[in-house]
């Protein structure tokens, strides 16, 4: 998200929902990175989160005149985006949900010996981090999903207890408290299966093959190593931008934070000249 005041974010929008493109178009590559970071650990997919990422995108561009500015722009931004994602049923992992026991039963009992090489010719070390990155994502799908939304502002978008309570409408105090448990909760998991980041027997490295059979990474396709990483910089603005970083901050580091892709940036771009987007931008006035 770009660094900005709510000042100026509150600018773009009057300027917006006057009908300048350029200020519609600042503020929509000023949080579509955020919006499709949170959309993508929330559903567990590139593919979901890009559709989710779109709609949400389109539903604060019509209602951006209902934005009075009593609140940050980009908390407003936050609590449309989760009000959606907690709701979103179209995603694969609504028609299949996971579990911690699950995961487990898998890491323990997979046939990983029984599978052949299906790396067609990529380099395992490559399938590798890929596996991490899918795997330290998809085990978020393991969570409720407000329990997965309370660790995903808590953790990744490190967002002061104050506004994370306004946005899930619970007090800073349920908040933290539910933030920690859950943060064990993982903590646990990981320390218990996961020998990456834990002490656990499970290696990706080992598993790359098993994880293909499952379609849980494709050699043709890895959308983890082709996606732009956000730099430390971008997040630490983002960090500032939600105001202070909460005293119960845990290293989760290997959450990385992801770019929105680029075609995803196009087709919201395309949208935003086409006729039909002019036609409900009319509607809401």
């Known amino acids: 998200m770009?660094?900005?005041?709510?000042?100026?974010?509150k600018a773009l929008v009057d300027k917006a929902t006057a009908g300048d493109k350029n200020a519609l178009e600042t503020l929509v590559t000023g949080i579509q990175d955020m919006?499709?970071?949170?959309?993508?650990r929330m559903l567990g997919t590139f593919a979901d989160a890009e559709d989710a990422a779109q709609d949400i995108l389109l539903k604060v561009i019509t209602h951006l005149s209902s934005f009075r500015g009593d609140s940050a722009?980009?908390?407003w931004v936050f609590r449309i985006a989760v009000n959606h994602l907690k709701n979103y049923k179209k995603h694969m992992f609504a028609q299949y949900p996971l579990s911690f026991e699950y995961?487990?039963?898998?890491i323990e009992n997979g046939k990983l010996k029984d599978v052949p090489d299906l790396t067609q010719n990529v380099e395992k070390d490559i399938l590798a981090e890929e596996l991490k990155m899918?795997?330290?994502n998809v085990m978020l799908q393991c969570?409720?999903?407000?329990?997965?939304?309370?660790?995903i502002l808590?953790?990744?978008f490190k967002i002061d207890s104050r506004i994370a309570g306004e946005i899930?409408?619970?007090?800073?105090?349920?908040?933290r408290q539910r933030l920690s448990r859950i943060r064990k909760k993982m903590a646990d998991f990981l320390e218990q299966y996961c020998g990456e980041y834990g002490s656990g027997k499970c290696r990706c490295i080992n598993r790359v093959n098993y994880a293909i059979q499952n379609h849980r990474i494709n050699p043709l396709q890895l959308d983890y190593t082709a996606a732009g990483e956000r730099s430390v910089q971008t997040m630490a603005e983002v960090k500032n931008a939600m105001e202070q970083m909460d005293a119960l901050s845990q290293d989760f580091s290997f959450y990385r934070q992801y770019q929105s892709p680029e075609h995803t940036k196009q087709r919201i771009l395309e949208i935003l000249d086409s006729t039909q987007f002019s036609i409900i931008r009319n509607s809401e006035k």
Do not use: Q
């Open 154 to 156: 808590g953790t990744m």
């Open 168 to 175: 899930l409408e619970m007090t800073p105090e349920a908040y």
């Open 134 to 136: 899918a795997c330290t």
């Open 35 to 40: 919006v499709f970071h949170l959309s993508l």
């Open 2 to 9: 770009d660094k900005k005041t709510n000042a100026e974010w």
């Open 73 to 75: 722009f980009t908390t």
């Open 143 to 151: 969570l409720d999903t407000e329990s997965r939304c309370i660790f």
């Open 103 to 106: 995961y487990g039963e898998d």
